[in-house]
């Protein structure tokens, strides 16, 4: 799923601390196949693209991130942003002293037409805006708009145990495979019973839940990516493009065609 090919700098917004601007904003452009190097700062960031489709990691897991939605990423929470088509950026991020009202974890979480128009602003005003301006104010509102942000489906949590791991990356590499917990399981020295336990413990997920997330992640990525449903869902196991669909609208509450029309991305079937 990664195939990233060029590495680069994070922007150094993120450590600025001044409460007199509760969240500045940062307007960028990320180019496919390129990887930010990992990074932590102490402001939390609502990582967005008003364009393409980013993914984000953290220890914690990965999430994949179309223009419906944004991750929030809390302050001092080392992580990294690829994206693999070209992606506009409009990241917010936002001072300790307001971080107490927020949430502690990562997360996506749904951007209202609302939320999105107040985002495009803030990005552009960027850094340097008055106290008790309105650019301020704005900021304030949006500051209550994060607090109601409701999380979405695309998080595919991340492991501590070296052997979920491994069968993680395993599926990770080949998402349209087959291969049964017990053949997983063996390839990393463990039983079926182990890695089943470790998959709740560690996600909170099954091990058939899990999987259902990757294929639920990548389908949206290639789909965002420019590839026909119908090839997705081939590529992806479905015997039938209407089995993928009812899957798709299952999981996100959208079939693919609404579902990316409301991003503003043209999809094939």
Request: charged share 20%; aromatic share 6%; net charge positive.
């Amino acid at each position: 799923m990664e195939n990233s090919t060029s590495k680069r700098q994070p922007s150094s917004i993120g450590q600025r601390i001044d409460s007199q601007r509760p969240i500045v904003g940062l307007r960028g452009h990320l180019a496919a196949n390129v990887d930010m190097d990992p990074h932590q700062h102490p402001r939390g960031q609502l990582a967005y693209a008003s364009e393409g489709i980013i993914r984000v990691y953290t220890d914690a897991g990965s999430w994949v991130v179309p223009p419906t939605q944004a991750v929030w990423i809390p302050g001092n929470i080392v992580h990294r942003t690829n994206a693999e088509v070209c992606a506009e950026l409009r990241h917010l991020f936002v001072d300790p002293a307001y971080l107490h009202s927020l949430s502690d974890q990562c997360s996506v979480v749904e951007v209202s037409p609302l939320l999105r128009e107040l985002i495009m602003k803030v990005a552009d005003f960027g850094t340097e805006y008055l106290p008790n301006s309105p650019a301020s104010r704005i900021c304030a509102v949006i500051l209550d708009e994060l607090q109601a942000l409701k999380p979405s489906l695309l998080h595919l949590p991340g492991a501590t145990d070296r052997r979920l791991q491994r069968v993680m990356k395993t599926m990770i590499k080949s998402p349209n495979a087959e291969t049964s917990l017990n053949e997983l399981a063996a390839k990393v020295g463990a039983s079926e019973r182990t890695v089943a336990r470790l998959f709740s413990k560690e996600t909170g997920m099954t091990f058939q839940q899990w999987r259902k997330q990757l294929v639920l992640q990548e389908a949206v990525d290639r789909i965002g990516k420019g590839d026909a449903v119908i090839d997705v869902a081939l590529a992806l196991g479905y015997r039938s493009p209407s089995a993928f669909v009812a899957m798709f609208r299952k999981s996100l509450g959208k079939p693919p065609g609404q579902y990316f029309s409301d991003t503003g991305t043209r999809i094939e079937f």
